[in-house]
């Protein structure tokens, strides 16, 4: 929010990313935009890269198939394997609900423990190369992509 401090107006961020997270994080000052992407009944995806360490064979199925986290319904996860090692690997993993710390609990619950989490894409938006603590104005196509979420 710092780079932003000589902005005009109010501006806000979509969602968060925890602190030990990184990736993509829009702002804006719209606020039926930010419902359209926050609210789950519009099922915007957020799609993310997950190194984890542990039984990523055993772990996979499990997170394929996950409808309830400690308690809490969830909407079944996409999770596709990206590179596999005997004990590490990289997930992609797609969710519609970005709950507080979901990726991490999920991977936990099954026994995996997350080295690192990147956002990647939401919605229509994705990070491309964009390097880490840069920013960019978003596309007229990609903010009417976001519209008709």
Not at 91 to 108: D, F, P, T, Y
Request: glycine residues 10%; proline residues 5%; charged residues 30%.
């Amino acid at each position: 929010m710092d780079l932003l401090a000589d902005a005009p107006g109010r501006i806000w961020p979509v969602g968060r990313l925890d602190m030990d997270s990184e990736g993509l994080l829009l702002l804006t000052n719209d606020g039926e935009l930010t419902n359209r992407l926050l609210h789950p009944r519009h099922e915007v995806e957020k799609v993310y890269e997950v190194w984890v360490s542990g039984d990523l064979k055993a772990a996979v199925p499990k997170l394929r198939n996950m409808r309830i986290l400690e308690g809490e319904a969830i909407a079944r996860p996409g999770v596709y394997v990206r590179r596999a090692g005997p004990e590490d690997g990289v997930l992609s993993m797609v969710i519609h609900e970005g709950k507080n710390r979901q990726i991490r609990r999920m991977c936990a619950s099954v026994g995996l423990q997350v080295r690192r989490l990147k956002r990647v894409r939401e919605g229509a938006v994705s990070l491309g190369r964009l390097p880490r603590g840069k920013w960019r104005f978003l596309t007229e196509e990609e903010i009417a992509l976001l519209k008709r979420v």
